[in-house]
């Protein structure tokens, strides 16, 4: 049983638990704080998130000591190093969380260790499975994503919407493979344009200008890697003229983006068709990949 002693150190609280176990894990705990302190300037961040990783696998192991422990650790370490920031009560139970959340020490080390804390605690907070998490974390490191742009994609759902949510396509059987694989990753179902203003008998010529108005928005919306070309774009094919509503062009997966027809260059891989429909229908192009939405 642990037994609480105390006495006074600069006007404080040295110790408030003495059982030698106890002594043991904030020792231990003490060394790797100086030791995370002592690495490179470069990889500070990631010696944190590591850090805090075994932290937490310590005091998951503790958890049947109750909440004191966490406490009397949290202003035991602070005795020892003044100032130091990261280590309140709060926090540590975070880093307990973080690692029952993340138990792998494989994707600590892939993923988690290359996002600051900040994002690893709001994904841990906002992620329902781990499957979720891992979607986003790879989202953080492969698109740079800052904390709010971060929070404005899981507040629209993307993970649903991009990763879980069938999508009525026909890439599979157009598009080689990879490229098939990432634009149906890429692509969301349903796109959510809630800047424009809806009306029952609102027409097509409505909803391309209300796009065009908010083009930062559609271009969020749309995900990463798209670039308006432009909208009624001119295509004369034979003696005959045809106008793409929208064009975009998406980088990462080096292709137009249109609502119809094709405009490509022989570098560019087949262009992708996005149609918006109120209602799912029945793919009829047999020579566009199309995805409705």
Known sequence: MLREFKYTRNGGIKMLMNSNEYISILESIKSQ??????????????EQIILYWQIGKMLSEKISWGNKFVDNLSRDIKLDFPGIKGYSPRNLRYMRKFYEFVSSEEILQTLSAKMSWSHNTFLIDKCKSLGEYLWYADKVIEDGLSLSLLQNRIELKNYERQANDEKSTNYERLLPEKQGELVQEMLKSPYFFDFIEKHDDIIEREIEQGLIANIAKTLLELGTGFAFVGNQYRLTVGKEDYYIDLLFYNTKLRCYVVVDDVLKHEQDNPTIGILLCKERVYIASEKLPVGTF
């Open 33 to 46: 704080i100086t030791s995370a302190q002592n690495k490179a300037i470069m990889g500070v961040n990631r």
